[in-house]
């Protein structure tokens, strides 16, 4: 099941998304967390914190859930 996650800006970075959907608790833990976790954007994998999410992404993280960005 995938859970919607809602922004309210054009373009939102891994990092930021992270916390916005309670998957880290705070913005300190994005790096660690991707250097431990597999996390895929679209389908393609990648650890970039500042990677940019626009409204439609999709966010796989095996280990936690799938997220669609949503307005």
Do not use: C, Y
């Amino acid at each position: 099941m995938e859970k919607n996650v809602s922004i309210e800006t054009e373009i939102i970075t891994l990092g930021q998304f992270l916390k916005l959907a309670e998957v880290i608790q705070s913005g300190g833990m994005a790096k660690w967390f991707l250097s431990e976790h597999d996390v895929f954007v679209n389908g393609e994998q990648d650890q970039r914190r500042g990677r940019k999410l626009s409204v439609g992404d999709r966010i796989e993280i095996p280990s936690v859930g799938n997220f669609v960005i949503s307005r």
